[in-house]
């Protein structure tokens, strides 16, 4: 149903970027509160998540990615991108409009 009434009113899609500069182990948050989030935003906004970006992921966050990619849905795995550092800007800005990204994205809004 809530599908359903997503598409009938029109409703738009939206982007999701993670910036994990800094991620370690220690300042991970738990697979509960990934797992919260993730129900979350299937319930409240059913089909509306056209991609995710994580960008500047280290080589740890790799490790974990790597791990967990196979386990995910299809479509999940194919409306993310996770970006090094080096390809964050390029990446983003060829995929999103530079109004609606910050400036340290390569986009036009102030940070």
């Not at 899609?13 to 990934?34: A, E, H, M, Q």
């Not at 906004?45 to 790799?62: E, H, I, M």
């Not at 390029?90 to 910050?102: A, F, G, I, V, Y």
């Amino acid at each position: 149903r809530a599908c359903r009434y997503s598409e009938e009113k029109g409703r738009g899609t939206f982007v999701t970027v993670v910036d994990l500069k800094g991620f370690s182990w220690r300042t991970c948050p738990s697979f509960n509160v990934i797992s919260s989030i993730m129900n979350d935003l299937k319930l409240h906004y059913p089909n509306r998540n056209a991609a995710n970006f994580l960008v500047n992921v280290t080589s740890g966050f790799l490790l974990l990615w790597n791990t967990i990619k196979p386990l995910l849905p299809p479509k999940v795995q194919e409306k993310t991108m996770v970006l090094s550092t080096a390809s964050t800007k390029r990446n983003l800005r060829s995929k999103l409009s530079q109004e609606r990204l910050e400036s340290q994205y390569g986009g036009l809004v102030p940070e």
